[in-house]
C-alpha cells in the first residue's frame, strides 16, 4: 500500500466535501484502507493503519484533529478486534461498525449545536473566534429560531478564515461584523458570551485551537465574560500540554515547514493552547462539560 | 431517543386530577418545604405507576414523563419535582435495562459516553427496547429507596455540620432556611452565628430568634451590612434552593451579594445541596432566574410612587451564583466541589431525562 | 368536600357591574370575559377564591347566563387549577336589575347557607378570603348584629386607584373597627370638608378616620344579609345597604365593620377604563402575585421576561428592528413587524402589527389586525378588529369587536362599535366628547390615561353638548290626571327638582312606590319619562324646550337608572309619544323632545328609528307631526354625513 | 405606612398654611390657626382643638407667634439666627416645663390609668435628661417630616446646596419645635386628663388619631417606658469587635449634660438633631455645624480682659464635646471646625472683637459657599458629562450630592433611567425616589438585594460618600461596598461624588476600626406588630446589629469625582496636601 495513495484518498475527501472536518476524514480513511487493503491477519491491519496516519499526519494540513480521530479509531479497532478471533469476520463486523461509529460521528455536530441553543439568548452578543463549522451550524440554527442576537467574528489572521465565516453567517440572515484580530480586548466588554470551536480537546480540559484563542480567552476571563466551546467529542485527545512549547511540534506547524527544517521559533505557529481555566463550559455530543469531565471520559474510554 | 415527546393526552383522567389536586395543594400553601414537595411527588409518581394498566419500560416512562411534564408546567420553580421525576425515570430505565440484559450493561453509567462511542453498539438506542416485562415490582423497591434517601437528606446533610462547623468560629448565614437552620443547630453550640436577614425579614427574624433561644449567639445584621462584617467571617454557610449543572447556584434573591463577597475576602462559602435539589438545567434558561416575585417587600404599595408610570419596582425571586463563587456542596454524600457536579447529575438522571 | 357541607367557604359572585361604565364593550360580551392584562377577569376571581380556602362559588349572571355557563365548564373541563378545590355554579336571573335584585334573589332561592364572601366579578385579589372570614366570624361571636365586614386597601391618597374612583371617606371605632359614618364622593369632587357628627365622636374612645381607602368590591357577610336586602327593597346597591344600615342601624339591629388588608395583600377593583389601566399595569408589576397575566392557564412560565416589565409569549415573533419600550404584554401568535414601537401596552393573542406602527397606554385584544404606519394611543381595540392603513386612534377610543377602520381614518376619543348607525352615532358624540378631553386633560396634566377618563365621566359628559336648537313657544295649560301612581312620581320628581334633591333618593322614592303599587319594571320606565314630561313647572313655564333640556339634564341619573335596556328605552319613547299627545305644552314638539333625550344619550337611534317604524305602521297622531319628520330627516342625513365623513 | 403619608400630606398642608400666616409678619390671630389646620385638615368639627390649649396656654401662643415671625423672615438668614436661637430657649423650657407637669402629675397619684404609669418610671431618673430625651423623641418623629417637606418645596436643588440645606434644615427645626411644643402639651395634657373623666381623654385621642400624632403620644412615651431594660441589659448586647464602638451611641452622654450651662442654644439644638438623626448626611451635618458656630460667634460675649482668640476657643471646645458627644463628627465637620480654628487662630491678638466676629462669620459664608455649594456644581457639571443618552445609572440610598448631579442632568436634558437601590433599615433612599420621581425621572426601584438582577442592565454606578479616607478608601453608607462590588463583577465603572471637604486625613482598611451603630430597633419589622425580634433585649444570646457605615477598597472604585477633577481614589493624599497649601487646613 502506498502512503501517496492513502494521502490521495484522505485530500480527495478534504477537497471534495467542504463541511467535512479534518477528523472525520481521516477515519473515512482509514476505512476505506481497511476496505480497499485487503490483509490476512490482526497484525498487517494493525500495520497498514499505522501506516495509514502516518501518511496522513504529513499531507500539509492541520494535524491536531486527525491525530485525535485516528488514535480513536484505533482505539475502535483494539476494542473490535478483542470481540472476536476469526479474521474476516472480524473484518466485516469492523467495517459494518466502523460506519455506525461514522455516522454517531456525523451526527455529532448536529446534537451540539443543539446542546448551545438556549446559551444563545435573544438580543445577545457573541463574539467568535475564526471559523469553526459547529459553531456556524449553531448560529445558524439559532436564527432560524428567529433569535435576534449580534456576532463578532475576528478575522484571525494568517488565513483570515474568519472571513468566510463571516460571509456565511451574514448569509445565514445573522447580524454579523467583522472585527480585527487585535480588537478583541476593545470588543470584550460590549459581548455578553465567547462562543469558539476547538480543532482538539485536550486531556485537561483545556483546548488546542487556531492561534489566538489563548489570547481571547484570557481578555474574557478578565472582563469575566463567559468562554463555551463547542466541540464534537472526537476531537478529545489524550494529550496533556502544560504550556505553548510543550505542544507537539506538528501541531503547531504545517509537516510541509517541519520538513523544509527552518527555524520553527521565526515561524508563526498555526495553534495555541488555552487551559482549562479559561473554559466554562464545553458543549459536546456527549453532553454539556465541565472542562474537568473531559478527563473523566477520556479515562472511561482509554484505561 | 425519549418517548413521546406529547404533552399529557398520555395520561388518563384520574391521574390528570391527582395531579391537579397535587398543584393546587402546593399553590395554595398547604404542601411547603421542597423535602415534602419531593416526597409527596414521589407518592404522586408511585400511584401512577401502580396503577397505570400496562407497566412496560415505554408505557412507564410516558406516563412518568407526561406527569412529570404537567407538574413542571404548572410549578415551573419547583425544579424539585422534576428532580424527582428524573430519578424514577432513571430508575425504569436502569430496571429495563436490567431485565433486557444488553451488551452495554459492563458500561456503567447511561447516555453518551466516548467509550459508548468507540464501542459502536448502536444498542443505546435500544434502550427502552420492546422488552415486555413488567418492571413496577422492582421499581417499588427502587422509589422506597428513594423514598428512603429522600427521608434521610436532611439528617445526613446535618450530620456533615461537626465536619466543617468548629467551635469559635464565625459563620454567616443567609436568610431563612429550615436545612441551614438545622445544619447549624447540629453543629457544636460554641460557634458565633451572624445571620444576614434575606429578602424575607420575618422568616428571617424568626429563625434567629430560635436559633437563639437554643443557645447560639445569633448577630443580626441587615442585608446592606453583609460587606461590613465578612471580613470577620470564617465560613459562609447557605442553603441553596437548586444546584444547577456544572456548579451553579440557584438561592434566595440576595445571595450573589454575599458570594461576592466572600469571594472578595476569600471566606469559604459551603452550599448545602441535598441530591433532590441537584438539577440538571444549566444557568441561562431565563425563565428561571428572572422570576419575579412580589415587589411589597421592596416598596409597600400603598407609596403612590410605585403607582406612577415611570417608576418600576423589582424584587426577584431567587438569584444565581456562579460555580467559582462556591467552595463546597453538602450533599447527602458528603461534600463536592463544584467542579465535580456534572459528575454527580450524570449519576443521578439519564441524560434523555434532562429536559422532561 | 362534600362530606362536610358546613365547613365549606361560601362565595358569591356578582357577574355584572350593572353600569355602562364599559360601554361598548360591555354590550357585546359580558363583562367577566373582558381580558385584563390578557386574562378574563372571571379567571382573577376565581383563582383568588380558590387560593382563599373558598370551597364554593356562586356566580350570579344577570346577562349572557349562557356564556359564562359553558366558559366555565369548558374550563373545567381543561382542568383549572381552581376546578381542583372548588365547585363552581352559575346562577342566571334576567329580571335582576340591581345588586339589591341580586340579593333578594338569593335569599328567595336560599343559595347561601351561612356566612359567606360577596365579591364582584371585577374584584382582582390576592387576599387569604378563608381567613378573613374567619375574622369575621370571630367578630360576629362578639356582636350578634354584625352583619357586613367591608375590605379595603389602604393607599396613597394621590394613588390612581383613588384618584379615578369614588373616593370613600370612613369613619370607625378605632377599637372595634365598627363602621360609624361612610361617605362617598363624587368622582373628582372638589369638596373639601365633610362634616362628622359630633356623637361619632362623643360616643367612642377613639375615632379612625380614613380618607384614603380603595375599595376592591370584596365584603365578609353574616347570613343577616340577604334578608335584610328583601326587608328592605330600597337597597339597591351595596352602598344603599351600607348607608341604611348606617342610618337606621338600631331599627335593623345590625352593625358594620371594615378591615384593612396588610402590606402584602392587593386588592383593588376593575370599575372603569381608568381602574382598568391600573389594575392591568400592576397585574404586569406583579403587585397581585401570585395572580398574573397566567393566571388561569394551567401553563406557566409560557412567557419570556425581557427586562423594563416586557413580557412576550414563547411563541409571539418580533421582527429584528422592532422596539418594545417597557411595560408590554405580548400574547401567543402575535407578530410584530419592523420599525414599530410599543409601550404600556397590552397585545392579545394572534394579533399582527404592521410596519411602523407606534401602540402606547393601549390595550389591544385578540385577533387584531393593526395596518403599517398606525398610531394607537391610550385606546381599546376589542377582539377581530382592523385597523387600516395611516390611521390614528387616540384619546381612550374604544372600539368594540369586528369593526374595521378604513385606513387613514382619524379617531379621537370615540365608540365604534359594528353596526353602521352606532357608528355614526359615536362619531357625533365624538364631537362632544372631545371637548372633553381638552378641558379634562387640562385639569389632570399630562395624564397618560386621559383618554379612558371618559368611562366614569361619559354620563355627565353627554349633556354638555347641545347641537339643538329650540323654538320657544308660548303656552301655559294644566297637567291632566293619570294614575296615583304616575301622580306620586310627578310629585317626588316635582318636589325633588325644586328642592334640588339628590337623584339617588328620588329612585328609592320611586322604587318605594313602585313597590307599594307593586308596578312592572317597564310601567316604571313609562311612568318616569311620562312624569318628567308632565311635570307642573313645565305647564308654567314659558321656554317649555329649555325646562325639559334642564329637566332631562338634573334627572339624567334618574333616567339612566331607569333607561337601560333597549325594552327600557322603547318604554320610554312609548311615554314620550304618549305625553307629547297628552298634554299640550308638548304639542307639536315631540321632535325637539326626542331630539333632547337623544343628545342626552338617554335613547339612540335603532330604537328611535324602529320606533318611528312601528308609529307609522299603527299611524299615530304624531307620526306625522313635523318636527318629528324633521328629526328623523336630520337624523338621516347626520348619519350620511358621518359616513362620508370617514 | 400610608399613616405617615397620611400625615405628610398635612404637614405639607401644614407648612403652605404657615408660609402663608408668615406673610402677615404673625399677628397674634395667628397661633390658634396655625395649629388648627394642621390637624383639622380633614374634620373641622372635632371639638377637641377648641378645649385643646389647657394650662401652659399663652406661653405657648407667645412661642407660637414667635414661631410665625421667624417663619416669616426665614428667607433673610441675619434675622432668623436672633429668633430661632431666642424661642429655641424657650422651646426647651417649654419642654421641660411639660414635662416636670407631666412627672408632678405622675407623682400626685400613682398612675390610676395606664397611660400614667411609664411617665412616673420614666420621671423618676433624672428629669434634665428626660426632657432632652423627650425633645430627641419627638424630633425623631419630625425628622421624617422634615424629609417630606423637603422632597415637597424642591428648594434643595433649586438654589444650591447652601440654601437647600439651610431652608430645609430651618423648616424642619421650626416644624420641630412646633411639634415639641405640642408634644409638651399633649403629654402634659394626657397627664392632666388621666385622673378627668375618661371624655375629654377620648376625644384627646380621637384628634390626633387622624393626623398618626396620637402614635406619636404613645411613642413619646413608649421609649420611655422601655428604657430601664435598655440600660441595664445594654452591656450583654454588645458585639465584641464594636465594643470600641459602643459608648459613643448609647444615650447615656444625653443624660450626662447640663442644659443650663453656658452652651449657646444652637449648639444644644443642634447637639439634639445630630444625637436624633434630625440632621443627616454630611453635607447637612457640616452646614448645620457652621450655622451653629454662625450664631455662637455673634452672640458670643467677650469676658474681661481675655484675648478674644482664647476665650472663644475655650467656649467652643466645651460646645464640640457636647456635639460630639451626641454623635461622632463625620469628616466634613472635623474638616468644617479645623477651618474655623485656623481663621481663630490667624486673627490678630488686638483684633476688635467686632471685627473678629464679622470676619468670622464672613470666613464661614465663604467655606460653605465655596466648599459645598459651588463644589457640588463643579461636580454635577462633571458627572452630567460622564451620563450619556440612555445610560442607566443605578445610585445608592439617599444623597443630597447625587440628587442635584441627577436633576441636574435631567434638567439639561438628558436621557437616563435611574435605578435608587435602598435597604430595608435606611428609608433614605425611598424619600430620594420619591423626589426623584416628583421632578418626573424615569425610575427604578430596588431592594438591595436584588442588585444582582438589575446589575446587567446597569451602565453607571454613582455613589455619595460621606468621607474619603487617605488611603483612598471610601467611607460610605453601609451597603455602598457591596453596590461597588456587585458592579466591579459585571464591570461597571463605579463613580464616587464628593467635595474634598468630605476628605480627611484618616486611614482605614475595614469597617470595623471607625464605625457607628444606628439604633438596633430600627432592624426590628416596623409594620408587624409582633416581629420575633421585638424581645431581643431579654434574650442574651441575640443582638441585632446596625452599622451606619462601611468602607469601600480603592480597588472597586473606577473613580472620584470632585470640584476640583475627576481623578483616582488613590490620589486623596494629593488633594489634601494641595488643600493644605490652598486653605491652610
Redesign the interface.
Known amino acids: 500500500m502506498k502512503k501517496e495513495e492513502v494521502q490521495e484518498i484522505f485530500l480527495k475527501i478534504m477537497k471534495e466535501e467542504e463541511d467535512v472536518s479534518a477528523g472525520v476524514a481521516a477515519i473515512r480513511t482509514l476505512l476505506s484502507v481497511i476496505e480497499n487493503y485487503k490483509v490476512t491477519t490482526v497484525r498487517e491491519l494493525d500495520l497498514n493503519m499505522q501506516l495509514a496516519v502516518e501518511a496522513m499526519k504529513h499531507c500539509d494540513q492541520p494535524v491536531t484533529a486527525i491525530s485525535s480521530g485516528c488514535e ?1 479509531f484505533m ?2 479497532i483494539t ?1 473490535a478486534k478483542l470481540d472476536f478471533t476469526d479474521f474476516e469476520e472480524c473484518e466485516q463486523i469492523m467495517l459494518q ?2 460506519n ?2 461514522l455516522n ?2 456525523l451526527e455529532a455536530r448536529g446534537k451540539v449545536a443543539k446542546q448551545a441553543m ?2 444563545i ?3 445577545c452578543k457573541i463574539l467568535t473566534h475564526s471559523r469553526s463549522r459547529v459553531v456556524l451550524q449553531a448560529m445558524l440554527e439559532a436564527a432560524k429560531a ?1 433569535k ?1 442576537f449580534e456576532v463578532y467574528v475576528t478575522m484571525s489572521c494568517p488565513d483570515n478564515s474568519g472571513e468566510l465565516m463571516h460571509k456565511q453567517l451574514v448569509a445565514g440572515g445573522v ?1 454579523a461584523t467583522l472585527i480585527l484580530d487585535s480588537a478583541v480586548g476593545y470588543i470584550m ?1 460590549q459581548v455578553d458570551i465567547v462562543m469558539i470551536g476547538a480543532e482538539g480537546v485536550t486531556e485537561s480540559g483545556g483546548i488546542i485551537n487556531k492561534i489566538g484563542t489563548y489570547l481571547l480567552g484570557m481578555a474574557a476571563l478578565e ?2 465574560k463567559p468562554v463555551y466551546v463547542l466541540t464534537e ?2 476531537k ?1 485527545s489524550r494529550i496533556y500540554p502544560l504550556d505553548q512549547q510543550d505542544l507537539p511540534k506538528e501541531f503547531k506547524y504545517l509537516s510541509s515547514v517541519l520538513k523544509s527544517g527552518k527555524d520553527l521559533t521565526k515561524e508563526h505557529p498555526l495553534v495555541d493552547y488555552t487551559p482549562p481555566a479559561y473554559i ?2 464545553l458543549f459536546t ?9 473531559v478527563s ?3 479515562i ?2 482509554y484505561l | 431517543m425519549s418517548p413521546s415527546k406529547g404533552s399529557g393526552k398520555d395520561l388518563d383522567d384520574k391521574f390528570i386530577d391527582l395531579i391537579g389536586k397535587f398543584v393546587s395543594d402546593i399553590k395554595n400553601g398547604k404542601l411547603r418545604g421542597s423535602n415534602n414537595i419531593a416526597l409527596s411527588m414521589v407518592t404522586l409518581l408511585e400511584t401512577i405507576i401502580s396503577d397505570s394498566q400496562n407497566a412496560t419500560a415505554y408505557e412507564l416512562c410516558t406516563a412518568v414523563r407526561a406527569a412529570g411534564r404537567r407538574v413542571a408546567a404548572a410549578l415551573p420553580h419547583e425544579l424539585v419535582a422534576s428532580n424527582v421525576t428524573r430519578r424514577i425515570l432513571r430508575a425504569v430505565r436502569d430496571e429495563n435495562r436490567a431485565h433486557a440484559n444488553q451488551v452495554n450493561q459492563t458500561v456503567e453509567g447511561s447516555g453518551e459516553s466516548l467509550q459508548r462511542l468507540v464501542l459502536a453498539a448502536g444498542a443505546r438506542r435500544a434502550t427502552l427496547g420492546a422488552a415486555q416485562h413488567d418492571l413496577r415490582e422492582p421499581l417499588r423497591d427502587h422509589i422506597a429507596e428513594l423514598r428512603g434517601e429522600l427521608e434521610s437528606s436532611v439528617s445526613s446533610v446535618c450530620g456533615q455540620a461537626k465536619e466543617h462547623v468548629h467551635g469559635d468560629e464565625v459563620i454567616l448565614t443567609y436568610g431563612a432556611s429550615a436545612l441551614a437552620e438545622k445544619f447549624l443547630r447540629a453543629a457544636p453550640r460554641t460557634y458565633k452565628l451572624i445571620l444576614a436577614e434575606g429578602p424575607e425579614t420575618a422568616e428571617s427574624h424568626a429563625m434567629a430568634h430560635r436559633l437563639s433561644t437554643a443557645g447560639i449567639s445569633v448577630t443580626v445584621v441587615s442585608s446592606a451590612s453583609i460587606y461590613a462584617v465578612m471580613s470577620r467571617v470564617n465560613k459562609v454557610v447557605i442553603s441553596v434552593s437548586a444546584a444547577l449543572g456544572g456548579g451553579a447556584v440557584l438561592a434566595a434573591a440576595g445571595l450573589s451579594a454575599v458570594t461576592q463577597a466572600a469571594r472578595h475576602y476569600s471566606v469559604p462559602v459551603l452550599a448545602l445541596a441535598p441530591l433532590y435539589k441537584l438539577c440538571p438545567v444549566h444557568a441561562t434558561d431565563a425563565s428561571y432566574f428572572n422570576a419575579l416575585a412580589p415587589p411589597h417587600s421592596a416598596l409597600p404599595y400603598e407609596r403612590h410612587e410605585c403607582a406612577s408610570d415611570n417608576v418600576h419596582v423589582y424584587a426577584p425571586m431567587y438569584d444565581f451564583a456562579p460555580p467559582d463563587h462556591i467552595t463546597l456542596f453538602i450533599t447527602n454524600l458528603g461534600g463536592s466541589s463544584p467542579s465535580y457536579m456534572y459528575r454527580l447529575l450524570s449519576e443521578l438522571y439519564d441524560p434523555n431525562d434532562y429536559n422532561l | 368536600m362534600e362530606i362536610d357541607k358546613e365547613n365549606v367557604v361560601q362565595a358569591v359572585v356578582i357577574m355584572d357591574t350593572f353600569n355602562d361604565h364599559f360601554n361598548p364593550i360591555s354590550k357585546c360580551k359580558p363583562m367577566s370575559l373582558l381580558p385584563v392584562a390578557g386574562v378574563p377577569l372571571i379567571n382573577y376571581i376565581l383563582e383568588s377564591l380558590a387560593h382563599g380556602g373558598v370551597g364554593e362559588v356562586i356566580l350570579f349572571c344577570c346577562q349572557d347566563g349562557p356564556t359564562i355557563k359553558d366558559y366555565i365548564r369548558k374550563s373545567i373541563e381543561n382542568k383549572a387549577i381552581w376546578s381542583v378545590t372548588m365547585d363552581v355554579q352559575v346562577m342566571m336571573s334576567d329580571s335582576c336589575q340591581t345588586m339589591g335584585d341580586v340579593m333578594r334573589e338569593i335569599d328567595a332561592a336560599g343559595l347561601v347557607r351561612g356566612y359567606f364572601i360577596l365579591a364582584g366579578v371585577n374584584t382582582i385579589t390576592n387576599i387569604n378570603f378563608g381567613a378573613l372570614l374567619e375574622q369575621h366570624k370571630q367578630l360576629c361571636k362578639k356582636d350578634k348584629g354584625a352583619a357586613m365586614t367591608l375590605v379595603y386597601k389602604k393607599v396613597a391618597w394621590e394613588h390612581p386607584l383613588i384618584g379615578s374612583d369614588k373616593p370613600i371617606f370612613l369613619a370607625a371605632d378605632a377599637n372595634t373597627n365598627k363602621v360609624l359614618m361612610h361617605h362617598k364622593y363624587k368622582p373628582k369632587s372638589t369638596e373639601k370638608s365633610i362634616s362628622l357628627p359630633l356623637e361619632v365622636v362623643l360616643n367612642h374612645s377613639e375615632v379612625k378616620l380614613h380618607h384614603n381607602l380603595a375599595d376592591a368590591n370584596i365584603a365578609l357577610c353574616s347570613p343577616s344579609v340577604p334578608p335584610l336586602f328583601s326587608d328592605n327593597f330600597d337597597f339597591q346597591t351595596r352602598d344603599d345597604f351600607v348607608h341604611g344600615i348606617l342610618i337606621n342601624e338600631e331599627i335593623l339591629a345590625s352593625s358594620l365593620y371594615y378591615t384593612l388588608l396588610k402590606g402584602n395583600q392587593y386588592a383593588a377593583a376593575v370599575t372603569n377604563w381608568k381602574t382598568y389601566q391600573t389594575v392591568c399595569r400592576d397585574v404586569l408589576h406583579n403587585w397581585a402575585y401570585p395572580l398574573s397575566f397566567e393566571t388561569g392557564s394551567t401553563e406557566q412560565n409560557n412567557y419570556l421576561f425581557m427586562g423594563n416589565h416586557i413580557f412576550r409569549e414563547k411563541s409571539s415573533t418580533l421582527s429584528r428592528s422592532c422596539s418594545l419600550i417597557e411595560d408590554v404584554l405580548i400574547g401567543s401568535q402575535t407578530h410584530i413587524n419592523d420599525n414599530t414601537v410599543v409601550s404600556k401596552s397590552v397585545i392579545g393573542k394572534n394579533c399582527v402589527i404592521g410596519n411602523n406602527v407606534t401602540i402606547t397606554g393601549s390595550h389591544i385584544m385578540n385577533n387584531v389586525v393593526i395596518k403599517d404606519n398606525c398610531k394607537v394611543l391610550n385606546s381599546f381595540i376589542d377582539e377581530q378588529c382592523t385597523i387600516g392603513e395611516n390611521s390614528v386612534i387616540e384619546n381612550g377610543t374604544i372600539i368594540a369587536s369586528n369593526v374595521v377602520v378604513d385606513a387613514g381614518s382619524q379617531l379621537k376619543g370615540t365608540l365604534l362599535e359594528s353596526s353602521e348607525v352606532d357608528k355614526e352615532k359615536s362619531l357625533m358624540k365624538s364631537t362632544s366628547e372631545c371637548t372633553e378631553w381638552e378641558n379634562e386633560s387640562s385639569g389632570s396634566g399630562g395624564d397618560d390615561f386621559i383618554g379612558f377618563e371618559k368611562s366614569w365621566s361619559s354620563s355627565e359628559s353627554c349633556y354638555s353638548s347641545d347641537g339643538s336648537d329650540e323654538s320657544s313657544l308660548p303656552d301655559s295649560p294644566v297637567p291632566e290626571d293619570t294614575n296615583i301612581f304616575l301622580q306620586e312620581v310627578i310629585d317626588s320628581l316635582a318636589r325633588g327638582y325644586e328642592e334640588k334633591l339628590k337623584n339617588d333618593y328620588l329612585i328609592l322614592e320611586i322604587n318605594s312606590s313602585r313597590y307599594a303599587y307593586n308596578i312592572q319594571l317597564h310601567e316604571v320606565n313609562f311612568f318616569v319619562v311620562r312624569a318628567l314630561l308632565s311635570m307642573p313647572v313645565l305647564a308654567e313655564n314659558k321656554n317649555v324646550l329649555n325646562t325639559v333640556k334642564d329637566i332631562l339634564k338634573y334627572f339624567r341619573p334618574v333616567l339612566s337608572n331607569y333607561i337601560k335596556t333597549k325594552s327600557s328605552i322603547m318604554d320610554c319613547l312609548r311615554a314620550v309619544e304618549d305625553s307629547c299627545i297628552k298634554c299640550e305644552w308638548l304639542d307639536g314638539k315631540s321632535g325637539q323632545v326626542l331630539h333632547l333625550l337623544y343628545e342626552a344619550d338617554v335613547v339612540d337611534e335603532d330604537s328611535l328609528i324602529e320606533w318611528h317604524k312601528d308609529l307609522e305602521e299603527n299611524e299615530s297622531p304624531i307620526a306625522n307631526q313635523t318636527s318629528l319628520v324633521k328629526f328623523f330627516d336630520w337624523l338621516e342625513e347626520a348619519s350620511e354625513e358621518s359616513d362620508d365623513s370617514d | 405606612m400610608s399613616s405617615t403619608d397620611n400625615k405628610s400630606r398635612e404637614d405639607v398642608m401644614a407648612a403652605r398654611q404657615a408660609k402663608k400666616l408668615a406673610k402677615q409678619k404673625g399677628k397674634e390671630a395667628a397661633p390658634e390657626q396655625v395649629q388648627i389646620p394642621a390637624e383639622a385638615q380633614v374634620k373641622p368639627a372635632t371639638p377637641v382643638q377648641q378645649e385643646k390649649p389647657s394650662k401652659p396656654e399663652p406661653k405657648v401662643n407667645s412661642l407660637k407667634s414667635k414661631d410665625e415671625v421667624d417663619k416669616a423672615v426665614l428667607k433673610e438668614e441675619k434675622v432668623i439666627v436672633a429668633d430661632k436661637s431666642k424661642d429655641d430657649i424657650k422651646a426647651e423650657r417649654a419642654a421641660k416645663k411639660a414635662a416636670k407637669q407631666a412627672k408632678k402629675k405622675g407623682a400626685t397619684e400613682g398612675g390610676d390609668a395606664p397611660q400614667d404609669k411609664p411617665q412616673v418610671a420614666a420621671a423618676a431618673p433624672a428629669n434634665e435628661n428626660m426632657t432632652v430625651k423627650d425633645v430627641v423623641e419627638t424630633l425623631r418623629d419630625i425628622a421624617i417630616v422634615a424629609k417630606e417637606i423637603q422632597g415637597v418645596t424642591d428648594k434643595v436643588i433649586d438654589l444650591g446646596a447652601k440654601k437647600a440645606e439651610d431652608s430645609s434644615k430651618s423648616k424642619a427645626e421650626l416644624k420641630a419645635e412646633r411639634r415639641a411644643k405640642q408634644e409638651a402639651q399633649r403629654a402634659a395634657k394626657q397627664a392632666a386628663q388621666e385622673k378627668v373623666v375618661a371624655k375629654p381623654k377620648a376625644e384627646a385621642k380621637a384628634a390626633p388619631e387622624k393626623d398618626a400624632t396620637s402614635v406619636k403620644v404613645e411613642k413619646a412615651v413608649k421609649p420611655k417606658s422601655t428604657e430601664k431594660p435598655k440600660v441595664k441589659s445594654q452591656g450583654s448586647h454588645r458585639v465584641n469587635w464594636f465594643q470600641h464602638l459602643y459608648k459613643e451611641h448609647d444615650k447615656e452622654s444625653l443624660k450626662t449634660i447640663a442644659i443650663n450651662s453656658n452652651l449657646h442654644p444652637a449648639i444644644i439644638k443642634l447637639g439634639v438633631q445630630l444625637a436624633s438623626r434630625v440632621v443627616s448626611g454630611s453635607n447637612a451635618r457640616c452646614i448645620a455645624l457652621l450655622d451653629a458656630l454662625k450664631k455662637m460667634v455673634r452672640d458670643y460675649t467677650l469676658p474681661a480682659k481675655t484675648e478674644f482668640a482664647r476665650g472663644l476657643e475655650a467656649h467652643l471646645a466645651s460646645s464640640l464635646d457636647f456635639l460630639w458627644a451626641m454623635r461622632q463628627p463625620s469628616a466634613s465637620q472635623t474638616n468644617a471646625v479645623k477651618f474655623f480654628r485656623y481663621h481663630l487662630t490667624q486673627l490678630p491678638n488686638n483684633v476688635d472683637e467686632f471685627d473678629a466676629k464679622k470676619t468670622l462669620q464672613e470666613e464661614i459664608d465663604r467655606y460653605i459657599r465655596e466648599q459645598i455649594d459651588m463644589a457640588g456644581e463643579a461636580i454635577s457639571i462633571a458627572v452630567r458629562n460622564k451620563i450619556s443618552n440612555g445610560d442607566n445609572i443605578l445610585t445608592y440610598g439617599c444623597s443630597s450630592l447625587i440628587e442635584r448631579i441627577l436633576l441636574d442632568a435631567w434638567a439639561a436634558g438628558l436621557q437616563f433611567r435611574t435605578v435608587v437601590v435602598g435597604s430595608r433599615v435606611q428609608p433614605a433612599a425611598q424619600h430620594m425616589l420619591r423626589r426623584l420621581v416628583a421632578r418626573g425621572l424615569p425610575c427604578t426601584y430596588i431592594d438591595i438585594t436584588a442588585l444582582g438582577f438589575v446589575m446587567n442592565t446597569v451602565s453607571k454606578v454613582v455613589l455619595g460618600a460621606g468621607a474619603l479616607l487617605v488611603n483612598g478608601s471610601v467611607l460610605g453608607s453601609a451597603g455602598s461596598a457591596q453596590l461597588a462590588l456587585a458592579a466591579r463583577a459585571r464591570n461597571v465603572p463605579v463613580l464616587v461624588a464628593c467635595e474634598t471637604h468630605k476628605f480627611c486625613d484618616r486611614v482605614q482598611t475595614d469597617a470595623f476600626v471607625y464605625n457607628e451603630i444606628g439604633d438596633p430597633d430600627d432592624l426590628i419589622d416596623k409594620n408587624d406588630e409582633n416581629s420575633p425580634l421585638k424581645d431581643w433585649r431579654t434574650n442574651p444570646n441575640l443582638t441585632p446589629l446596625n452599622l451606619t457605615y462601611d468602607v469601600t477598597p480603592p480597588s472597586l472604585v473606577t473613580a472620584v469625582v470632585t470640584e476640583l477633577a475627576i481623578l483616582p481614589c488613590t490620589s486623596a493624599p494629593v488633594v489634601l496636601r494641595f488643600k493644605l497649601s490652598e486653605y491652610g487646613v
Open positions: 480513536l482505539r475502535f476494542f461498525r466502523g455506525i461509529f454517531t460521528l438556549p446559551f439568548t435573544d438580543g428567529n435576534r447580524d466588554e472582563l469575566k467529542s472526537f478529545f466554562t463550559l455530543d456527549l453532553g454539556i462539560l465541565t472542562p474537568s469531565a473523566d471520559e477520556l472511561k474510554l
